[in-house]
């Protein structure tokens, strides 16, 4: 059973917009919440975190968004960049057991020019 | 150079071939694992390694074993390969030293063929 799930395999958008990735859990004992970013031929780098007291934590372009309630976070890419296409993975831990890191299937964004 | 380093970076070996993938680390740090990523499946713990006399199975382990050489040193072995170990394997590292907050630091990968 998937407790990390990211229902869409790729998103397309256009250079300049708006890219949303979302991500669903099932786990409810999950209280930190990451992306990574995946380039072809490289290993996942993160991006972005966010705990569960919070509901939002931005980083220049980057914005996660929690709701805990909807056991489900969104990243927000504003605006989007070509330099952006990536696979993008959504992880979550309990209780900051880095050993207990669940990855998502990861979604493949491209931004086009 | 990178702070995470695998090799090799591609190997192609066959049936029955034991294999041996290998991760050097520079961050000093003390925890490091081994995820393997196969297309649609995202990425899945084998073992991981939180000091040098820390061995832990992981979510896949059976058909693996992995030796915490040093600190620095984490290798993994398929002692007998089979063609359903074909995958992209991660070596990961991160720091104890802070509360854990799901940074990890990966290599660049290691693609593994069995034929």
């Known amino acids: 059973d998937q407790q990390v799930k990211q229902n869409s395999p790729s998103l397309s958008v256009q250079e300049g917009r708006i890219s949303i990735l979302n991500c669903d859990y099932t786990n409810s004992m999950f209280d930190y919440f990451l992306w990574y970013k995946k380039y072809p031929a490289e290993g996942p780098t993160f991006l972005i975190s966010?705990?569960?007291?919070?509901d939002k934590n931005e980083d220049g372009r980057f914005t996660v968004f929690l709701n805990k309630s909807a056991k489900h976070l969104s990243l927000h890419i504003v605006p989007s960049q070509p330099g952006d296409s990536a696979v993008y993975f959504c992880a979550a831990s309990a209780q900051g057991g880095s050993e207990k890191l669940v990855f998502g299937k990861g979604t493949k964004l491209t931004v086009n020019p | 150079d990178a702070d995470v380093t695998q090799t090799p970076r591609n190997r192609i070996t066959k049936t029955g071939k034991r294999i041996m993938l290998e991760c050097s680390q520079t961050k000093g740090h003390d925890r490091m694992y081994w995820y393997r990523q196969d297309p649609g499946l995202g990425l899945r713990l084998i073992y991981y390694s939180f000091d040098v006399k820390d061995i832990n199975k992981g979510e896949i382990s059976d058909g693996y074993s992995v030796s915490r050489q040093a600190q620095a040193k984490f290798s993994l072995s398929l002692e007998s390969a089979i063609p359903n170990q074909t995958a992209l394997y991660f070596c990961?590292?991160?720091?104890?030293?802070?509360?854990?907050?799901?940074?990890?630091?990966f290599g660049e990968g290691s693609r593994l063929t069995v034929l």
């Open positions: 990961a590292t991160s720091d104890s030293g802070t509360r854990f907050t799901g940074e990890l630091f």
């Open positions: 966010i705990s569960s007291i919070k």
